[in-house]
């Protein structure tokens, strides 16, 4: 009788690809990635793209990039795609129709920003997202889609309770979030710390707000590293969570991250009832659904200072959900389902050509791109990220 062996299926290697680390590379990618690397189900790395060899693209047998917007990304897709490597693209913001009232509105309006984004959909074989709607929006130009589930990336088994008697109220967010505040939230802050003064503390993480400067409340710097940031939720121990969201077809395409970031600090959140956090908050469990107006605003701010019960029942239900449907282990086996059926084949002997010019152009069309956002403060900002970079730091 003939012996028949039997070969073990290879992991396929996979890596993944970031100009900057922020958290749309930690939630969307590098937390589920590095759970099926732990768990011998991928073969995994991932860098800088400034930081690229060579011998990391010929390697790699499927390249990720989350978010990516620039000369060097498309120039990355595209020697990836020419040498046959399978190219995955992930968007969790659509970045082809940013408003312009947004921080980042004047880099993304820009005519060359746009054909990067264009490009790195053309040179892509498969697309995910958090987003079903930018899954249905920009599906069809793509082999394969999939969504992806954004994990809670921080583990705690109970909320720390706050004994001062002072009920912390905060808002954690991106520097373009805080526009959102003032035109959603200012009138029902106002009134909210009219009413109970010292007996609750408004803070704001990461974003510069009008109303920070009419009302007694505590700012905190939005910082690039998401350990940093995390630790600092950790150290806030806020109460009640805002999550405020216009109601606009941009935002619509939004990930409901606040809901899952809050769940893993046992916050309970306050959410507008509007796309994305419609259908996926459930009402009085995992937090409270707000509609758009200031009396709604007042009336749920209210109900969560009011009711330390109801507080302390979403915070339980939240932290549970957390270590479950919102778990990395949970959505790194979503992210592993979807890999498998891309059937993702070996690609050998596959030969990159040299980088360091298009590294150098990719930096200077940053640059000149950046000034259509910065202005003149450019300079600063370009040398504050080429330092950053060098030491590793993004």
Same mark, same amino acid.
């Given at each position: 009788?003939?012996d @028949?062996?039997i070969v073990k &299926?290879q992991p396929?290697?996979?890596?993944?690809?970031? /100009?900057?680390f922020? $958290? !749309?590379?930690?939630?969307c990618a590098?937390?589920?990635?590095?759970?099926?690397?732990?768990?011998?189900?991928?073969?995994?790395?991932?860098?800088r793209?400034?930081?690229?060899?060579?011998?990391?693209?010929e390697?790699a047998?499927?390249v990720?990039?989350?978010?990516?917007?620039?000369?060097?990304?498309?120039?990355?897709?595209?020697?990836c795609?020419d040498?046959g490597?399978?190219?995955?693209?992930?968007?969790?913001?659509d970045?082809?129709?940013?408003?312009?009232?947004l921080?980042?509105g004047?880099y993304?309006?820009?005519?060359?920003?746009?054909?990067h984004?264009k490009k790195?959909?053309?040179?892509?074989d498969?697309?995910a997202?958090p987003? @079903?709607?930018l899954?249905? &929006?920009y599906g069809?130009?793509?082999?394969n889609?999939? /969504?992806i589930i954004? $994990? !809670?990336?921080?583990?705690?088994e109970?909320?720390?309770?706050n004994?001062d008697?002072?009920?912390?109220?905060?808002?954690?967010?991106s520097s373009?979030?805080?526009?959102d505040?003032?035109a959603i939230l200012s009138e029902?802050l106002k009134?909210?710390?009219?009413?109970?003064?010292?007996k609750?503390?408004?803070e704001?993480f990461?974003?510069e707000t009008?109303?920070?400067?009419?009302?007694?409340c505590?700012q905190?710097?939005?910082?690039?590293?998401?350990?940093e940031y995390?630790?600092?939720?950790y150290?806030l121990n806020w109460d009640?969570?805002?999550?405020?969201?216009p109601d606009?077809?941009?935002h619509?395409?939004?990930?409901y991250n606040?809901?899952?970031?809050?769940s893993?600090?046992?916050?309970a959140g306050i959410?507008?009832?509007?796309?994305p956090?419609a259908?996926?908050?459930?009402?009085?469990?995992?937090g409270?659904?707000c509609?758009?107006?200031?009396?709604?605003?007042?009336?749920?701010?209210?109900q969560?200072i009011?009711n330390?019960t109801l507080?302390e029942?979403i915070?339980?239900?939240?932290?549970e959900k957390?270590?479950?449907?919102?778990s990395i282990?949970y959505?790194a086996?979503n992210f592993?389902?979807?890999?498998?059926l891309?059937?993702?084949k070996s690609?050998e002997?596959?030969?990159?050509?040299?980088l360091?010019?298009?590294?150098?152009?990719g930096?200077?069309?940053w640059y000149?791109?950046k000034f259509?956002k910065f202005?003149w403060?450019?300079p600063f900002?370009a040398?504050?990220?080429i330092?950053?970079?060098?030491?590793g730091?993004?």
């Amino acid at each position: 009788m003939e012996d @028949t062996k039997i070969v073990k &299926k290879q992991p396929i290697r996979v890596l993944l690809l970031y /100009r900057t680390f922020g $958290p !749309s590379v930690n939630l969307c990618a590098l937390l589920q990635l590095e759970y099926l690397s732990e768990q011998g189900m991928i073969s995994f790395k991932h860098t800088r793209i400034l930081a690229t060899k060579k011998a990391d693209l010929e390697w790699a047998q499927l390249v990720i990039f989350v978010r990516g917007d620039g000369l060097l990304d498309e120039w990355m897709a595209k020697v990836c795609h020419d040498a046959g490597k399978k190219i995955l693209y992930i968007l969790d913001d659509d970045l082809l129709n940013v408003p312009m009232n947004l921080g980042s509105g004047p880099y993304y309006s820009q005519k060359s920003v746009k054909e990067h984004i264009k490009k790195m959909m053309e040179y892509s074989d498969y697309f995910a997202s958090p987003s @079903t709607i930018l899954l249905r &929006k920009y599906g069809s130009l793509f082999s394969n889609t999939f /969504r992806i589930i954004e $994990p !809670s990336a921080y583990k705690m088994e109970r909320k720390r309770a706050n004994n001062d008697g002072i009920i912390r109220i905060g808002f954690a967010g991106s520097s373009d979030r805080g526009s959102d505040i003032d035109a959603i939230l200012s009138e029902a802050l106002k009134q909210i710390v009219n009413h109970y003064g010292d007996k609750i503390s408004i803070e704001i993480f990461g974003t510069e707000t009008k109303i920070s400067k009419e009302i007694p409340c505590k700012q905190y710097q939005y910082t690039e590293s998401y350990q940093e940031y995390q630790q600092k939720m950790y150290e806030l121990n806020w109460d009640i969570g805002l999550a405020p969201m216009p109601d606009t077809g941009f935002h619509s395409c939004k990930h409901y991250n606040k809901l899952v970031e809050y769940s893993a600090f046992g916050i309970a959140g306050i959410y507008s009832n509007v796309l994305p956090y419609a259908g996926e908050v459930e009402h009085g469990i995992t937090g409270l659904l707000c509609e758009n107006t200031t009396d709604d605003w007042v009336n749920k701010l209210t109900q969560l200072i009011e009711n330390k019960t109801l507080r302390e029942n979403i915070s339980h239900y939240c932290l549970e959900k957390a270590k479950t449907a919102y778990s990395i282990a949970y959505a790194a086996e979503n992210f592993a389902k979807n890999l498998e059926l891309m059937q993702i084949k070996s690609v050998e002997n596959t030969k990159i050509g040299f980088l360091g010019w298009a590294k150098l152009r990719g930096l200077a069309s940053w640059y000149r791109e950046k000034f259509q956002k910065f202005g003149w403060k450019t300079p600063f900002i370009a040398v504050k990220k080429i330092y950053q970079i060098i030491i590793g730091e993004v």
